[in-house]
Structures are given as structure tokens and as C-alpha cells.
């Protein structure tokens, strides 16, 4: 069965502090993985695609990582800020085309704390 | 426009009325999915639009939900005979042809049913 597992279901940091948010997932066929970020009351809004042969990929300050081998991502937030309290969603697409399965994880809410 | 559109951003109705939800999609985009987001809870999906044709109808929770799309424009997402089970936010994402394209979501609309 396709499966997005993310954890911690939640978090709560200190402003300027780092913290690593983990998926993992059970889909089969692999195609790419994203992390989406969504703040409260708004849609999801992509932060990076991973593919299989992508091992890190950076953006700003958000860093994901890839292990295909035993289906794991991380995301990594370094200096976290204010703005950076949302909900962290891992979603895995399913082949390649956009008729594709997209699954979603449940997602992990990050609060940053001043 | 430049992203998705929603609209109503809020709805309230009465148990039992009907309620129609409308999603224009970016320009071009061949692809529309619908969601589902209770409060707290991660994105449930309803169904999805190549074209304007449904593929994927297997979200559809009971036959009081439907969805149609006009051409490759906007959706419109019609719940018959309210339940209170049916408030949360519902969301529309489109995106263009490839499965390497992200998914671009309204901010939904927020559906009380009393």
C-alpha cells in the first residue's frame, strides 16, 4: 500500500533555532518526492522536488535530503524564523506522468517560539 | 490571474441546503485536483480532472459529492444535501502536463455546515 509517513506530528523550537523534519514513504513506483509548506489559512506552496538521483537540494534555508535506498527525507530548517510556523507536508508522486498517484503525508506542524 | 482561484473563501449553510464551490485553475494547466482538509487534519483527495474529463473519481466520499470542469477552466465542486461531517476546507490545486510539476493550490474555501 503507497504510504507517506511524516514525524514529529508536531514541533515547537525556539526562534533562531535549527530542527529536522522527517518522511518517510512505501510508494512504489518512485517518481519525486516534495516537501510543500502550508501556512494557516493558505494553500500549500512547493519548497523542493527531490528525485531519485538527488541526494540534497537547498532552498534558502530550508535543505531536503533524499535516501532512496531506504525511503527517507529530511527537511532542515537552519535559523528558524517566525515566518517559518506552518504545517510541513511530504508528498511522493507515483510514475510521471499528471494522471500519476500524488500521495500526501498527514503533515508536521511547526511552531517557532520567539 | 497569476495562481488558483476560489471562491467563496467562506460558506456557511444550513444542514441539508446545497452548496457549490468553485476553482479556476491557472491558464493552460490541463491538470485540477480537489481536497479535502479537516480541521487539523492532513489533505484528503476527491478527485482529479485531465482536461475535463475525471479519471479519478475514487476521493468521492458518497454520491452527495460532484465535480464537473468546463473545457480546460474552471471546476465547480457541488455537495447535495449538507452534512456537518462536510465542514472543512476544501482545496483545488491545477498544474501543467508533467509529473515534475508541482501542484498550485487556491487557499480554499472554508465550508460551515450548521
Known amino acids: 500500500k503507497n504510504q507517506v509517513e511524516q514525524s514529529p506530528q508536531s514541533l515547537i523550537i525556539l526562534e533562531g533555532k535549527n530542527c529536522t523534519l522527517q518522511c518517510n514513504y512505501t510508494v512504489s513506483p518512485f517518481s519525486n518526492l516534495r516537501w510543500y509548506k502550508q501556512d494557516t489559512g493558505r494553500g500549500p506552496v512547493s519548497l523542493t522536488i527531490m528525485t531519485f538521483s538527488e541526494n540534497t537540494k537547498s532552498n534558502g534555508r530550508y535543505t531536503a535530503t533524499l535516501d532512496a535506498d531506504t525511503k527517507q527525507s529530511s527537511l532542515h530548517i537552519t535559523a528558524s524564523q517566525l515566518s517559518d510556523s506552518a504545517s510541513y507536508i511530504c508528498?511522493?508522486?507515483?510514475?510521471?506522468?499528471?494522471?500519476?498517484?500524488?500521495?500526501f503525508g498527514s503533515g508536521t506542524r511547526l511552531s517557532i517560539r520567539p | 490571474g497569476a495562481g488558483v482561484s476560489q471562491s467563496p473563501s467562506n460558506k456557511v449553510t444550513e444542514k441539508g441546503k446545497d452548496v457549490e464551490l468553485r476553482c479556476d485553475p491557472i491558464?493552460?494547466?490541463?491538470?485540477l485536483y480537489w481536497y479535502r482538509q479537516r480541521l487539523g487534519q492532513g489533505l484528503e483527495f476527491l478527485i482529479y480532472?485531465?482536461?475535463?474529463?475525471?479519471?479519478?473519481k475514487s476521493g468521492l466520499p458518497s454520491d452527495r459529492f460532484s465535480a464537473e470542469r468546463t473545457g480546460e477552466s474552471v471546476s465547480t465542486l457541488t455537495i447535495q444535501r449538507t452534512q456537518q461531517e462536510d465542514s472543512a476546507v476544501y482545496l483545488c490545486a491545477s498544474s501543467s502536463m508533467t509529473g515534475r510539476s508541482p501542484l498550485h493550490f487556491g487557499n480554499g474555501t472554508r465550508l460551515t455546515v450548521t
Open positions: 508528498v511522493v508522486r507515483s510514475g510521471y506522468s499528471s494522471a500519476s498517484k500524488i500521495i
Open positions: 491558464s493552460g494547466h490541463t491538470a
Open positions: 480532472f485531465q482536461g475535463n474529463s475525471a479519471p479519478d
